[in-house]
Antibody, heavy 118, light 110 residues
Framework: EVQLVESGGGLVQPGGSLRLSCAAS????????MHWVRQAPGKGLVWVSR????????TYADSVKGRFTISRDNAKNTLYLQMNSPRAEDTAVYYC???????????WGQGTLVTVSS | QSALTQPASVSGSPGQSITISCTGT?????????VSWYQQHPGKAPKLMIH???NRPSGVSNRFSGSKSGNTASLTISGLQAEDEADYYC??????????FGGGTKLTVL
């Protein structure tokens, strides 16, 4: 069974840092591109970032470019999102998702809540 | 990276059909067939319903169908059922190699 389990969320101060993790199981993690998508409370889905198979190619939404870094450890079957200098508007549930079909994410985790506040 | 445009809400009675539109530009929806649709129930993770404009993943009811014309994609749900009540989001690959979601549509089954 495919499973994606996010962790690392919590309260972080503006300008601080936080690293989210997404543990993958039930599939060959190194064979899939991976994504982070976020959802502010009561709001819609917003795409954040995408990473290729070996971590050498990344894409980011303009809103997080230069502040967030997506990475992966294929030996640990884990996807990461390093959040530096977070802002209040980064407060959201962060989902990791597998791009199981080119152009679509077929499995999603349950999300981890990040709250940016002083 | 402006969000794709979806109606905020649609409604229909059980058994009826509804269509949700998703309007973008030639740089996203109109330029690629990587248009997907997701269903999200409250407090749950999104679920893929349609990929590549009109393809259903295994296990998704054939009451769900997708199409595209120009810069606008559409999701049609036929034979509405109570369990279809949820939020629906479209998504597209873009020319800048990023992805973009629509603002979401709340479907109410009357």
């Amino acid at each position: 069974e495919v499973q994606l389990v996010e962790s690392g969320g919590g309260l972080v101060q503006p300008g601080g840092s936080l690293r989210l993790s997404c543990a993958a199981s039930g599939f060959t993690f190194s064979s899939y591109w991976m994504h982070w998508v976020r959802q502010a409370p009561g709001k819609g889905l917003v795409w954040v970032s995408r990473l290729n198979l070996d971590g050498s190619s990344t894409t980011y939404a303009d809103s997080v470019k230069g502040r967030f870094t997506i990475s992966r450890d294929n030996a640990k079957n884990t996807l990461y999102l390093q959040m530096n200098s977070p802002r209040a508007e980064d407060t959201a549930v962060y989902y990791c998702a597998r791009e199981g079909i080119v152009g679509a994410t077929d499995y999603w985790g349950q999300g981890t809540l990040v709250t940016v506040s002083s | 990276q402006s969000a794709l445009t979806q109606p905020a809400s649609v409604s229909g009675s059980p058994g009826q059909s509804i269509t949700i539109s998703c309007t973008g530009t030639s740089s996203d929806v109109g330029g690629y067939n990587y248009v997907s649709w997701y269903q999200q129930h409250p407090g749950k993770a999104p679920k893929l319903m349609i990929h590549d404009v009109s393809n259903r993943p295994s296990g998704v009811s054939n009451r769900f169908s997708g199409s595209k014309s120009g810069n606008t994609a559409s999701l049609t749900i036929s034979g509405l059922q109570a369990e279809d009540e949820a939020d629906y989001y479209c998504s597209s690959y873009t020319r800048s190699r990023s992805w973009v979601f629509g603002g979401g549509t709340k479907l109410t089954v009357l």
